[in-house]
């Protein structure tokens, strides 16, 4: 059994970053079904609009992917990222659960901020093998995706620093 199940031949890293611009990809398809139902449960406007921004960077992340792969060629879809479903899977099943407010956008900005490190992972390799492989432009386009999700991480932390003190002292308030 081969290691993502598509008996892909994998030769060069140029097989290896287009296979992971794929996952990405997936990605970030799953995350702009998931991040409306995100904001919708977010008991915090200001949660409620750090995902509702991070939905249209994300729109914008998967206009940068195509702009990648038509350069190259080549299509980035009929792969599914089974990493990011998992993540997802986890993040649906929190939005199910009996929590007070405070300690439920708590646990929203701890899934979404698994789903942000999986990004930046798969987005600082992407960035590493564009530069190795001379894809200069690809550089430049996958560098901006990585700092959108360091700064999406950044900015759930700063609400972070908030909400699990409120959690913690105030269940009842945001
Ligand atoms: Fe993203
Ligand atoms: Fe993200």
């Not at 970030?28 to 939905?55: G, I, N, V, Y």
């Not at 993040?91 to 789903?115: N, P, Y």
């Not at 690809?138 to 900015?155: F, G, H, R, T, Y």
Request: with cysteine; charged share 20%.
């Amino acid at each position: 059994m081969s290691l993502f199940g598509l008996g892909e031949q994998f030769n060069t890293l140029q097989d290896l970053y287009v296979h992971l611009l794929k996952d990405l990809y997936s990605a970030e398809h799953q995350l702009t079904k998931a991040l409306p139902k995100m904001a919708e449960a977010s008991k915090s406007p200001d949660l409620r609009l750090a995902f509702e921004t991070h939905l249209r960077e994300t729109e914008n992340q998967i206009v940068r992917l195509e702009t990648i792969a038509d350069k190259l060629g080549t299509s980035l879809s009929g792969y599914t990222c089974n990493g990011m479903k998992g993540i997802i899977s986890e993040g649906s099943g929190w939005i199910g659960e009996d929590a007070t407010d405070a300690v439920k956008d708590a646990g929203l900005i701890m899934e979404a901020q698994h789903a942000e490190h999986y990004e930046m992972a798969g987005y600082g390799s992407a960035r590493t093998y564009a530069e190795l492989l001379g894809h200069t432009d690809a550089v430049s386009l996958l560098q901006q995706s990585l700092d959108e999700e360091i700064a999406a991480d950044s900015k759930l932390n700063t609400l972070a620093s908030r909400i699990n003190v409120a959690a913690q002292t105030q269940p009842l308030k945001v």
